[in-house]
């Protein structure tokens, strides 16, 4: 750029061709979006929430409806480059704002949001604004001025338009864009790779683990046993006052309890608490999203932790002849669930726990090849993970990548050499 000259800015300095705005000098509307929070069809109009905002861009893959026949205001209709800002939400989620790129034909938004509209002549890009909005700078202004708690929180119009905003011309404003929007678009198609592998991934667990696809070279039968016929039950107490208090989350497996819940919320008498090995496996009977029967972990990142007698733990009884990376995948893919509710509809769920007993749970029955063909699905299935795993680590690169360039480009740390 031409202006390589700086004036003071608070503590740090600015390019002198820069301008400071305040976004009610800029800012032409603010307009909410319409009364739309109980659309809950699964086809017909779509509705961009406030839960769709992430990161700059809005993510489509959890989206509500409207039904066909319901009424909506033309106004509510999104145009690409139209910037939501997301007004009511946490206290950590508040303030989200994100811009629409036609990731749908047709869509609308509710009253969660809020559309803004800026003075063209000070401001020609909202694609710049975007990501100015998610900046360092813009974030912690954003999260200064939400008040509420830490569950419900707002930010309102009045405070939003005393936010101030570090504004380059034009031409650099269209470059800045291109270049993050550039990084944008390698984030999104490294997660749409992502995607399509997790995709692979599930079918491959529903078919090799299922015996409906074989791996060449096993033709055998495979057997049903019942799971007390593989697996022995764990109830060694924690007579060694082992302090890793775990909790086991469907999501993320075994989280020591003080990461999961910020605090420590076991008893502080624990010596009559389970305590498991690297390698065992835990059920919980809590269900949750993706495991509406319940999910059962293998513990692989300790050598030892705590648990509640709640959860029903378990061990192979031979090495030889059953593989624990095998029975990982196989518990991973819930295919446990068909008998579960056989044994757990009678009793009905109670504090948000199934009803299942140690010795229903280990009556189940299970059909499952032999060592050879297990060892050999689940180097199949692992391959699977590491592939996904390598790309969200380049995806976490990425984003760090992303996060640099706008702590420099957006506030004129670094200009850029030719203009767009």
Same mark, same amino acid.
């Given at each position: 750029?031409?202006?390589?000259? /700086? $004036? ?13 705005? $305040? ?18 069809a ?11 905002? +992430? ?6 893959? !959890?989206?509500?409806?409207?039904? +066909? ?12 480059? +139209? ?27 509710? &009253? ?5 509209k800026?003075?063209? =002549?000070?401001v020609?890009?909202?694609? %710049? ?13 954003l999260?200064? @001025?939400? /008040?509420? /708690?830490? &569950? ?9 338009? &005393? ?22 678009? #390698?984030?999104?198609q ?6 399509q ?20 070279? %096993? ?11 593989? %697996?022995?039950?764990? @109830?060694? $107490?924690?007579s ?6 775990? @909790? ?5 497996g ?11 919320i076991a008893s ?35 050598? $030892?932790?705590?648990? /509640? ?10 090495? *030889? ?9 196989? %518990? ?11 044994? #757990? ?33 689940? *180097?199949?299935? *692992? #391959?699977?993970? !590491? ?9 976490? =690169?990425?984003?760090e990548?992303?996060k ?17």
């Open positions: 750029m031409e202006n390589n000259t /700086t $004036k003071p800015f608070y503590n740090t300095t600015i390019p002198t061709d820069w301008k400071v705005k $305040k976004l009610k000098d800029i800012l032409i509307e603010g307009r909410l979006g319409g009364n739309y929070e109980n659309a809950e699964n086809t017909g109009i779509p509705v961009i929430k406030m839960g769709n905002l +992430d990161r700059g861009v809005i993510k489509i893959d !959890k989206i509500q409806y409207l039904p +066909d026949n319901e009424a909506y205001n033309e106004e509510d209709i999104l145009k690409k480059g +139209d910037l939501l800002f997301n007004t009511r939400n946490t206290l950590e989620l508040v303030g989200k704002v994100a811009i629409w790129k036609n990731e749908l034909p047709f869509a609308v938004y509710n &009253s969660n949001l809020m559309r803004l800026f003075e063209e =002549k000070l020609e890009s909202n694609w %710049f604004m975007n990501y100015a909005f998610n900046s360092h700078y813009g974030l912690s202004q999260r200064g @001025t939400a /008040t509420g /708690t830490t &569950s419900v929180a707002a930010i309102y119009g009045r405070d939003l338009e &005393s936010i101030k905003f570090l504004l380059p011309p034009f031409l650099e404003q269209r470059a800045i864009a291109h270049i993050l929007g550039l990084m944008d678009t #390698a984030i999104n490294n997660n749409q790779l992502i995607v592998k997790e995709f692979r991934k599930k079918w491959l667990m529903q078919n090799l683990l299922t015996g409906k696809k074989r791996l060449k070279g %096993f033709g055998g039968d495979w057997k049903e046993v019942a799971m007390t016929n593989v %697996f022995n039950r764990v @109830t060694r $107490k924690n060694e006052d082992n302090t890793n208090v775990v @909790t086991i989350s469907a999501q993320r075994f989280v020591r309890q003080i990461d999961f819940f910020n605090k420590a502080e008498i624990i010596d009559n608490y389970f305590l498991v090995e690297k390698g065992e496996f835990c059920y919980n009977k809590s269900y949750s999203n993706g495991y509406p029967w319940g999910a059962t972990k293998r513990l692989n990142d300790f050598d $030892k932790a705590v648990v /509640t007698t709640l959860y029903i733990c378990f061990g192979l009884k031979n090495l *030889q002849k059953n593989s624990g990376d095998f029975f990982e995948q196989f %518990f991973e893919a819930n295919l446990l669930d068909r008998g579960l509710t056989k044994i #757990a509809h009678e009793g009905g769920r109670a504090h948000g726990l199934l009803n299942v007993t140690p010795s229903d749970f280990f009556s189940l029955r299970i059909t499952i090849p032999d060592f050879e063909e297990q060892t050999a699905i689940s *180097q199949v299935l *692992q #391959a699977a993970d !590491k592939e996904i795993q390598l790309l969200k680590t380049k995806t976490d =690169k990425l984003r990548q992303k640099g360039m706008m702590q420099v480009l957006l506030t004129g740390k670094k200009r850029l050499k030719s203009e767009i």
